[in-house]
């Protein structure tokens, strides 16, 4: 059976493209196929409607394109069992409500200074590891990402955990990788040596040049921060080899300027990779973009969307990671039945031992899944995974942006209607309209320098 809301054209220049959704596939369309679709949408019959283009097109060539349009809608992948049953390979480890930052917009609800803060022990740390390697079922790879909080406030407990995950891995016979959000203060030079031994991924939260990031990133006694994090980067930059340094760059009320940004960091300061976070939730209203500010800021993801494109076609990536994570969801033509891995392939550990759908739920009065001493609530999370199911084919079925959104961000969800399965409809139509330029500049890649896509076509660390 046809179902004509699976299938979207999508203009590009002089190209008419045809985007499936249930199967993220790409395809030249031709006047024929458009014309097939068009009756289809108004209501024709896919048995008869061969009928009505017959003074049109060959018999044959109509019968040929309804069968293999009926084909791909045949071929849209079931609903992975293994969603039902939690096996997560990836754990937050939220060691500390502290920070040594005061960050205007920061929409952790439970964010104290260092000298309050709840930290996590090192048996709890331990303990969730151990979960962790008994969870993860056949993975080879297991991932362990240090949060907070300032996560090198515990720099001393990291060294610990990283030693004790290590060894846990080795006895499994699994690799473990580690991963770190920093604001950058602590990096010094013995810090930045045992994270680049270790092989940590590493992102930095940092908004632009200082008078940008000076807005809102201060310290407690309310001065900027931007020299003294300027100054760490340079040296870690400089310092680290194993892995790339990504930034995250966080754009609240009345910063839109995402070229100018993206500038700075790319070419002054020497980030191989930036991502945009637009603030839409979750925080004070007085931070929260605006629909004006919106439509700026994704006005300039299509801009800088286009310069990545361009670069892209010349053999050269410059980093901006909201395109290059949309490119390689499409190119990768397997489509999302959820919006991210939280609950299923990830979860967060709090230091009271809670498990939580991700590290944004941390300090929230949002719902736990268990904990490190008991395991996990397979039953939540069945329920969860089936109610999250249900919200992507209830109010996303048809939507160009599906295979790739699948609802959005369960905690934004969450913090702008206070409900986890709500999609975040409030900006759905600039998804839409991203979905479709990110297809535009995958197809344009595509025919210029298909070679790109194979090399470069991965997920990128720093993007939301």
Not at 87 to 99: D, I, K, R, Y
Not at 354 to 364: D, K, M, W
Not at 441 to 459: C, E, H, R, T, Y
């Amino acid at each position: 059976m046809l179902h004509p809301e699976h299938f979207h054209e999508v203009q590009h220049g002089a190209r008419r493209l045809l985007f499936h959704a249930p199967t993220a596939s790409l395809f030249d369309a031709d006047p024929l196929v458009g014309a097939v679709l068009g009756l289809l949408r108004d209501g024709a019959d896919p048995a008869t409607l061969v009928t009505g283009l017959r003074d049109r097109f060959p018999q044959a060539e109509l019968d040929a394109v309804v069968a293999e349009l009926a084909l791909l809608d045949a071929s849209a992948p079931a609903t992975p069992a293994s969603l039902a049953q939690p096996a997560p390979a990836a754990l937050v480890l939220a060691l500390t409500s502290g920070c040594n930052l005061a960050c205007s917009y920061c929409y952790k609800e439970d964010l104290t200074r260092p000298g309050a803060a709840r930290r996590m022990t090192e048996s709890r740390a331990c303990e969730a590891v151990d979960l962790l390697m008994r969870v993860c079922g056949p993975a080879p790879l297991v991932t362990v990402t240090f949060f907070g909080g300032e996560p090198l406030l515990e720099l001393p407990l990291i060294r610990r955990i990283v030693a004790y995950a290590e060894a846990a891995a080795a006895r499994d016979g699994k690799q473990v990788a580690f991963a770190l959000t920093t604001n950058a203060m602590l990096l010094d030079d013995a810090a930045i040596d045992f994270l680049d031994a270790h092989r940590f991924g590493i992102t930095v939260s940092i908004d632009g040049p200082a008078t940008l990031h000076d807005r809102h990133r201060r310290t407690a006694g309310g001065q900027g921060s931007y020299a003294t994090v300027a100054t760490n980067l340079g040296r870690l930059l400089q310092r680290k080899r194993s892995r790339p340094v990504g930034a995250r760059v966080t754009l609240a009320a009345g910063c839109t300027d995402v070229a100018g940004i993206h500038a700075h960091l790319h070419d002054q300061l020497g980030f191989t990779e930036i991502g945009f976070a637009p603030v839409t939730a979750g925080t004070a209203a007085a931070f929260c973009l605006d629909d004006a500010d919106l439509a700026a800021v994704f006005a300039g993801f299509h801009a800088l969307g286009r310069r990545w494109r361009d670069a892209a076609i010349a053999g050269h990536d410059i980093g901006f990671a909201n395109i290059a994570n949309l490119v390689a969801a499409l190119h990768k033509g397997a489509p999302r039945e959820l919006p991210c891995g939280a609950g299923t392939r990830m979860l967060a550990a709090d230091a009271d031992g809670a498990l939580h759908l991700c590290h944004r739920f941390v300090g929230s009065d949002g719902p736990t899944f268990g904990s490190t001493e008991q395991g996990i609530d397979a039953a939540a999370v069945r329920d969860f995974v089936a109610r999250a199911l249900f919200r992507a084919a209830a109010f996303c079925t048809g939507c160009i942006a599906r295979p790739v959104c699948a609802g959005g961000c369960y905690h934004e969800s969450y913090a702008r209607h206070g409900d986890l399965f709500r999609p975040t409809d409030h900006y759905c139509e600039l998804i839409r309209e991203w979905v479709r330029f990110g297809i535009g500049v995958m197809a344009d890649i595509k025919a210029s320098n298909p070679g790109f896509l194979a090399i470069n076509a991965q997920p990128r660390r720093a993007a939301t």
